[in-house]
């Protein structure tokens, strides 16, 4: 996953889109497709490292380690580590991060609807 230098043209221009429309913003943190998939998994309660990756067939442990960093910078989830051998990781949505479970079933439902109307 590359990212966009700080000092381009598309950075800059995303960077102001982002900040006029919250629109923008709300995709810049969901966009992809791991993320809205892992938010979906999380809606049932914590999971642990190896559940979610088993929910996630198709999923590479570096993107799956990479989505759940940035949603956690962005406070979407919470990980709490509790020790032991090994230790054991898992991984829950935040308050705000419950606030998109309706949102994500809304999305379900229209991409239910999308795929017969495509049909």
């Excluded at 221009?13 to 969901?30: F, G, R, T």
């Excluded at 989505?67 to 509790?82: A, T």
Aim: hydrophobic share 40%; charged share 25%.
């Amino acid at each position: 996953m590359s990212k966009i230098k700080e000092t381009s043209t598309n950075f800059a221009n995303k960077q102001a889109l982002a900040d006029h429309c919250s629109e923008v913003y709300a995709s810049i943190i969901l966009g992809g497709q791991w993320s809205i998939a892992i938010c979906s998994w999380l809606a049932n309660g914590k999971l642990r490292y190896c559940e979610l990756k088993k929910s996630l067939p198709n999923i590479t442990e570096r993107m799956l380690s990479l989505q759940l960093r940035k949603l956690e910078d962005h406070k979407i989830i919470s990980r709490s580590v509790f020790a032991g051998v090994p230790p054991r990781v898992e991984y829950e949505l935040t308050a705000i991060g419950y606030e998109l479970v309706p949102i994500i079933k809304m999305l379900e439902s229209w991409g239910e609807k999308h795929k017969k109307c495509m049909d």
